[in-house]
């Protein structure tokens, strides 16, 4: 095995490649006992507790202030005691330590890659990445897309921001180290869709990276061209950045648009190699590459670790990362995991169904948790649906309204079938959500498109309570 596991961090052999017949990267790793490969997990794992515990004040100051600290790590199981990291911790520690905060492990000089959050919601987050975890980046990336069947004969159109934006930019390095002919396209620049139809019509990538519901677009776009987009040839189209990939109606439509295989991955940018939570080729949910990053998923309220079956929430933990490491990282992310064996070999636990929601995108209607995964899982599956819905809840009164506005094909542009249609698209939600939502129909193409990260959900019901609020005297 061309990596010397030895040291921390692990030295790999950055002119390895495995023969291109080779089901596995690293068939050591990838398909031993789970229990020896938590041995090496835990050793790992110390090195990287011991080196924030050195550099890092943020992590010493928490850790003391739970009682932990290296000395304490002696099994896998001790992790559970390490207080976990929130987001707004990370913001807060920049904030007083700018730019990088007070996690950052590495001299600043020593940093190489600088991304972060967009800060649309709030103050952006910097991230730090020296050379080496770059480089380490790419490695467990290469892999990992090896399991998904990439191949160095592969070429790659990457159609996604190339920015802060660290998906992208993470795909770009995997691809590169996996010696596949990486096509770096991007998105975001009007018109730029189409232009990237016509160069896949002409140079013929046999792979795609971005969002679902970017592909989507990109299909649409393609067939008012009059191109087919199965023609482009995609053998392997894989996504990050939303849960699309990992919803079966829409993995379904994925496949049958393009005649490629579709293959969810992605966990959190603060997480890079971000590739981690990724499914094989035989897509049976995303395995959880423990060796590199280890995932447990665990309690929303109490983040205790959760047994196989049980719903949670992700929690990171860096294995490989001297710049600025994630150590209990909360993903706000939901999934469940199971442990069962998976046809292609590997013996990672899984995350079956993938990354189905988040904790914050949940929403509350008359008492019926509502996700909107399980709203475009439902619409996709019906014939007759255009491609594009939204969710508006509003407050009347007394009483949530629960409106969804979804698209109908052209197919289904006669009133009569419209009237049909919308009854089964209202049966089938009330039967998966649990609440009766009213569908209004608009026509295909009325909703818009995204580049990037779909949002389907308007919840007005705030603006209905400080109406309230402000009208009283």
């Known amino acids: 095995m061309s990596v010397d596991l030895t040291v921390w961090p692990p030295r790999y052999d950055r002119a390895y490649r495995p023969d291109p017949a080779a089901e596995y990267w690293f068939p050591e790793l990838e398909c031993c006992d789970p229990g020896t490969r938590d041995g090496l997990i835990l050793e790992k794992l110390r090195r990287q507790v011991e080196w924030a515990w050195r550099r890092s004040p943020f992590y010493r100051r928490k850790w003391e202030a739970a009682g932990v600290s290296p000395a304490t790590l ?10 976990v990291v929130q987001k707004a911790e990370l913001r807060l520690s920049q904030a007083a330590a700018p730019p990088y905060g007070e996690y950052l492990c590495i001299e600043p000089g020593e940093v190489a890659r600088i991304h972060g959050t967009s800060g649309t919601t709030g103050r952006p987050t910097v991230f730090g990445i020296g050379r080496e975890d770059w480089e380490r980046i790419g490695e467990a990336h290469a892999r990992i897309l090896w399991g998904a069947g990439l191949r160095p ?26 010696g596949a002919t990486a096509f770096p396209f991007g998105a975001g620049v009007p018109g730029q869709t189409l232009m990237a139809v016509e160069w896949a019509r002409e140079l013929k990538p046999t792979a795609f990276y971005g969002t679902p519901s970017y592909a989507l677009h990109f299909a649409e776009t393609a067939r008012r061209e009059g191109i087919d987009p199965e023609t482009f040839g995609f053998r392997t189209l894989f996504f990050s950045g939303e849960p699309g990939a990992g ?5 379904r439509l994925i496949e049958e648009t393009f005649g ?6 992605g966990s959190m940018a603060e997480m890079t190699p971000w590739m981690t939570n990724a499914e094989c080729r035989a897509r049976t949910g995303m395995h ?7 995932t447990q998923v665990c309690d929303p309220g109490t983040f205790a670790p959760q047994g196989p079956g049980a719903e949670g929430t992700p929690v990171y933990t860096h294995l490989e990362r001297t ?12 999934a469940r995991w199971t442990d069962a064996p998976c046809p292609c070999g590997r013996t990672y636990p899984r995350l079956p169904d993938g990354l189905y929601g988040r904790i914050d995108d949940m929403f509350i209607v008359r008492g019926e948790n509502i996700y909107p995964s399980a709203i475009e899982d439902t619409l996709r ?16 009164e007394t009483m949530d309204e629960f409106v ?11 009133p009569g079938l419209q009237g049909k249609l919308r009854a089964t698209m209202t049966e089938r939600l009330r039967a998966r959500l649990g609440v009766h939502p009213v569908v209004e129909l608009v026509a295909a193409g009325a909703l818009p498109r995204t580049e990037f990260k779909a949002r389907r959900v308007v919840d007005d019901r705030d603006l209905y309570r400080r109406s309230l609020h402000g009208a009283r005297p």
Do not use: N
């Not at 002696?74 to 207080?83: E, G, I, T, V, Y």
């Not at 159109?157 to 660290?166: G, K, T, V």
């Not at 969804?404 to 006669?414: Q, R, T």
């Open 74 to 83: 002696h099994s896998l199981d001790d992790l559970a005691k390490f207080p």
């Open 153 to 178: 004969d592969d070429r790659v159109l990457i159609a996604s921001f190339f920015s802060l934006y660290l998906g992208s930019w993470g795909a770009l390095r995997g691809v590169e180290r996996l």
């Open 247 to 251: 919803i079966p109606a829409t993995k």
């Open 260 to 265: 490629g295989r579709c293959v969810d991955m």
């Open 288 to 294: 959880l590459w423990q060796d590199l990053v280890y």
């Open 323 to 334: 710049s600025q490491p994630m150590i209990r990282l909360v993903s706000g992310d939901l």
């Open 381 to 396: 599956a019906i014939e007759g649906f255009g491609g594009e819905f939204r969710v508006v809840v509003s407050r009347r």
């Open 404 to 414: 969804i506005h979804a698209e109908y094909a052209p197919s289904h542009a006669d």
